[in-house]
């Protein structure tokens, strides 16, 4: 089974702090995602990665900035946290797939982020 | 006008019911047609996959798209309670590992 693990379910912040959200799969695959999940807004996409160091944005980037060192593990930081970005942050991974086929997107159990 | 549609709900259904979901996309480029289900304080987790135009069924569930009036569907029959949880629509394109997302559809069904 794929597995997309998130470093925490719930985590309280301070304004002005440093946040680092981690995610973790465990299947190889090349691309990774950062959502967020606001009510009524459904889920936007923050950051996508589909390879090691490479990145780009969604449709929501400002005020994060991501990490991808290594394949199976992406980052999400917000440099400093408001509390606007108080929110539920989901990760997906998928593998690369190519125009003919589409990749199943597997997520992650999410980040519960409120921001103080 | 927003890329996908859907209704939030909330929908609240008895068990046994039959149910339908429905989402409207504005891109034509849009050729992958997925619903995903996602339970209290879960992640997604994909239902139904369906490439262009058609039907597709997987028990009780059914996933129709028709392309030519941009509509996506999906059918619970015989509903049940464990079928309560938030449904979203999701399309791709061309770059087909971006996926655009409807703001999902809280679905409750009592027993």
């Known amino acids: 089974d794929v597995k997309v693990t998130q470093s925490s379910r719930y985590l309280v912040k301070r304004t002005g702090e440093k946040v680092f959200l981690e995610c973790v799969q465990d299947m190889d695959h090349e691309n990774m995602f950062w959502y967020r999940q606001d009510p009524g807004l459904g889920l936007r996409l923050i950051y996508f990665s589909y390879d090691v160091k490479m990145k780009e944005k969604g449709d929501i980037p400002e005020g994060y900035s991501v990490s991808r060192e290594k394949k199976e593990r992406f980052s999400l930081i917000l440099e400093s946290a408001s509390t606007n970005q108080t929110s539920m942050y989901l990760c997906?991974?998928?593998?690369?797939?190519?125009?003919?086929?589409?990749?199943?997107?597997?997520f992650g159990p999410g980040t519960r982020l409120t921001v103080l | 006008q927003k890329e996908v549609e859907q209704d939030p709900g909330p929908l609240s259904v008895p068990e046994g019911a039959i149910v339908s979901l429905n989402c409207t996309y504005s891109?034509?480029?849009?050729?992958?047609f997925m619903w995903y289900r996602q339970y209290s304080r879960k992640g997604p987790e994909l239902l139904m996959y369906t490439y262009s135009s058609g039907n597709k069924e997987d028990g009780r569930f059914t996933a129709q798209v028709d392309k030519s009036s941009k509509y996506i569907s999906l059918f619970i029959r015989d509903s049940q309670p464990s079928d309560s949880a938030t449904y979203l629509c999701?399309?791709?394109?061309?770059?087909?590992?971006?996926?655009?997302f409807g703001k999902g559809t809280l679905l409750t069904v009592n027993p």
């Open positions: 999701a399309t791709a394109g061309g770059s087909n590992y971006k996926l655009t």
């Open positions: 997906a991974s998928s593998l690369l797939g190519g125009r003919a086929t589409y990749n199943e997107q597997f």
């Open positions: 891109n034509s480029a849009f050729q992958y």
